[in-house]
């Protein structure tokens, strides 16, 4: 389906943020992915939804922006510019288990994280949350607003900037705790799991 550009930000050399707006709402949960392709460039990328659900007709992305012609064509479009996009879909959304939510994110990983924690918040779920979210410097915060008002909701946010991120003896055995981001970071987050006696559901979001 085509879509339009609504916003392009730029926050480092290889790093957009991304706002779609769709001529009509897209079913899906928060959590999904949607596969992009722009007229005329070859290939697609599939891109998780930083963006709740309840924020359609848009939905927002964070790409990583490599050397293919299309992630260099994503970089270079302008508001009003036209995009396809396939509906959303994937398996990685917010189930009933555990007694809290921790979310940990790494680099581009922070996007279906932040969708389900902005749903859950909307949602009124009373489970205690808490991001874990690591980045390489302050240049690749780019949901500054999102993250002030999940802490207004009382979401504990602990931020790592050019560090690991790292679990805590302080996250309960009985939490929910999803993860997305490098595949170094999960292999790690794996490792450090196990010796906390917690179980982390490596998850690939597409």
């Known amino acids: 389906m085509n879509t339009t550009v609504f916003s392009h930000q730029t926050l480092a050399p290889d790093l957009i943020k991304l706002v779609l707006q ?6 899906h949960v928060s959590g999904q992915y949607s596969v992009l392709r ?3 460039i070859a290939g697609q990328g599939y891109y998780s939804i930083a963006s709740p659900a309840s924020a359609q007709p848009k939905m927002t992305f ?6 293919s012609p299309l992630d260099q064509a994503l970089a270079k479009l302008k508001v009003g510019d036209q995009a396809n996009a396939e509906a959303p879909a ?4 917010l189930g009933n288990q555990g007694d809290a939510l921790v979310f940990v994110a790494g680099g581009t990983g922070i996007a279906p994280m932040l ?3 902005l749903q859950s918040v909307e949602n009124v779920d009373q ?11 302050e240049t690749e915060a780019g949901f500054q607003s999102e993250l002030a ?7 504990q946010i602990d931020l790592y900037i050019g560090e690991p991120v790292c679990l805590d003896s302080s996250i309960s055995s009985t939490a929910a705790i999803y993860a997305c981001g490098p595949k170094p970071m999960l292999e790690a987050l794996a490792e450090q799991a196990e010796s906390l006696g ?5 998850t690939e979001p597409y």
Do not use: C, N, T, W
Request: overall charge positive; charged content about 30%; hydrophobic content about 45%.
């Open 115 to 117: 969708a389900m924690l």
């Open 22 to 27: 769709f001529d009509e709402a897209q079913a």
């Open 90 to 93: 994937g398996k990685f959304e």
């Open 198 to 202: 917690l179980e982390v559901p490596l």
């Open 62 to 67: 964070l790409i990583r922006v490599g050397d």
């Open 127 to 137: 489970r205690p949350k808490r991001l874990l979210y690591g980045m390489r410097d």
């Open 38 to 40: 722009l007229p005329g």
């Open 149 to 155: 008002s999940l802490r207004h909701a009382g979401v």
